[in-house]
Structures are given as C-alpha cells and as structure tokens.
Nanobody, 129 residues
Framework: QLQLVESGGGLVQPGGSLRLSCAAS????????IGWFRQAPGKEREGVSCISYGGVNVGYADSVKGRFTISRSNAKNTVYLQMNSLKPEDTGVYYC??????????????????????WGQGTQVTVSS
C-alpha cells in the first residue's frame, strides 16, 4: 500500500546533470525524512543524501557534497535530487526511501537497523563518455 517511485535517471556524459524524483503513493511524504541511496554493480548500497521532515536539515555523502542538492515539494508529494558535475563513479541504481520514524527534523544517510522503509524500485544513472 505504501509505495515510492523513482524517476529521472538516464545516460549522461561526465560533467552533465540529472534531476531524480521520488514520488509517494499511499502516504504523505512530507511527514517523513527521505534518503537517497545508490548501488553500483558488485558494490554495497551507500547513502547519498537525505532531507528531514520540513526540509530544515539535509545531509550528503562526502563524495557528492557541492555537486548534489536535495529538496522536497510537499505540494507534489515528491523529493528531488539534483545531480550536477556527474562523474563516472556516480553510476549506479539510485533508490529513495522513507525513514519510518515520523516527523524527524534531522536525517541520516546511514540505514542502520532497517531505519528506512519503504524503498522504491530504483532508477538507473549511468555516467559515461
């Protein structure tokens, strides 16, 4: 019943940009902190960015600071990840997920003890020349 759907992935050249979207159905996304994660083939899933309830707190992995920007639109029930200056190492499947604790005004990119649930199915991002 609770579902997240990612979109906006694609193939871009190094230095290019993409904007990913995370849309919710079955629940109100603005009640939850949201995280973006990615997984490259043969690699573990890693946290990329997060945004708190109310958008007052954001977090980024060191590898994407200064290049990625997370935001949310409560009116559209959607969270966005703007990705600029993309690098080949950014390649992977990108997932969004909701912190199952409601109304958290801080967020984390570490999914400890299954903190994030539900998860979307992912959108592929490929950065290659």
């Amino acid at each position: 019943q609770l579902q997240l759907v990612e979109s906006g992935g694609g193939l871009v050249q190094p230095g290019g940009s993409l904007r990913l979207s995370c849309a919710a159905s079955g629940f109100t996304l603005d009640s939850y902190a949201i995280g973006w994660f990615r997984q490259a083939p043969g690699k573990e899933r890693e946290g990329v960015s997060c945004i708190s309830y109310g958008g007052v707190n954001v977090g980024y992995a060191d590898s994407v600071k200064g290049r990625f920007t997370i935001s949310r639109s409560n009116a559209k029930n959607t969270v966005y990840l703007q990705m600029n200056s993309l690098k080949p190492e950014d390649t992977g499947v990108y997932y969004c997920a909701a912190d199952r604790r409601s109304y958290r005004t801080i967020c984390t990119i570490v999914d400890d003890k299954g903190l994030y649930d539900p998860w979307g199915q992912g959108t592929q991002v490929t950065v290659s020349s």
